[in-house]
């Protein structure tokens, strides 16, 4: 009999393998523990199964001290028979999640744009769309009255969400295109920010180049559908269909952001083979601070190039949010304290459909407060949630949990 349920492995990179399991669940593992499963997986007695153990690993394990082992080291991997049952706690930093999308309609409405992640057509159409809409936006946009109008303002704000159903399509297209398994289009909260998001958990099977033309996937369906606005706006000169290509763009290369779970973030995560980088690169940099504290000498193979790497993005990482929070405290704080009643104004000019009350408050300063206030109340439900929430983790640190939605 096997211990294990039938499970797939992949090669991640060179020293580390993804086991997926038939819930769903991806996991990392070192090549110690896919050698231990591939003989677990065996059909074989478990006398046979002992034997073959104990002469790979030159052990003298009798059965009951063998599966007491087991049990141990993969207890919680959601990969033993035992545990089929059980319900697989992943760390998910989504939450109150709701279908959109079904695999099935998503499958069909993703299906048309695979062939745009042939990666030849991907690497040259997705800076081709970058500097088309720039270019043609340097040139001929222009902010003008008709722009404020109630039926431009109407298409423009269809225009920009559609790209939140195009983006995830985007990244569904490319799991069709690689030939891999992809779930549903939903909608959830990511701390206490609203996101639309795709369960595309298949893509750590991918190599290295696919999966980075996956988590670049919709950005790139973004760009292309930007594009073909800006194509419209210069057979039919509405500003519109520039001022939205214009502000996707814009938002796309926000979204390059290797600093925040956007899909930089994820390209960051995959070109260094990392997993899970930023709380690993928190981690680093805390060992870091502490042994300096402690004044213990650092161990030569700490100092390999990925620890470095790890260690200069935490602290990266931690300098932006510092220096971000310090300048809008120093020199915002006038809008900061009255953003309530801004608010309550902005909330007032909608009611009453007064758009140029409405559109002077959406300005430069109040934009960066409201990403100021964002930013306190994600600390503070995170904080409490620490407080209120015992956090579970895998007891075998061979195992590293993979992300799903992106």
Known sequence: MSYIQRIDITAFDKKRWVVSTP??????????????????EKDHSNNEVLREFNTTYYQKLDLIEFEVLIKNKFAGADVLILEQHIKFEKKNYMSLKVNLLNKRIAAIMATPFSFL???????????????F?????????????????ADSLLLYTAIIYTTMLIHELGHIAACRKFGIDHGEIGFGFYSIFPVVYANVTEIWTLDKHKRTIANLSGIYLELVYASICTLIFLFTKNMVFLAAAVSINIKTLTELNPFIRFDGYWVLSDLTNTPNLLPKANAAVKNFILKIKKRNKLIIGEWNLKNILL???????????VIYISWIISEKWQNILGFPLTIFISIKSIIYQDSETLFRNINFDNLIVLGFYLLVFKFLIEYLFKIYKTKRSLTNPDFNGLGQER
């Not at 992640?117 to 500097?131: D, V």
């Not at 809409?133 to 109008?149: A, D, H």
């Open 23 to 40: 819930q769903g669940n991806h996991l990392l593992i070192n090549e110690n523990t896919k050698n231990l499963l591939k003989i677990l």
């Open 133 to 149: 809409i720039t270019g043609t936006g340097w040139i001929n946009l222009s902010i003008n009255k008709n722009l404020f109008q």
């Open 311 to 321: 260690i200069f993005y935490g602290i990266t990482n931690w300098v932006i949010l």
């Open 117 to 131: 992640y042939q990666p030849i057509i991907f690497w040259i159409l997705f800076p081709f769309s970058i500097i």
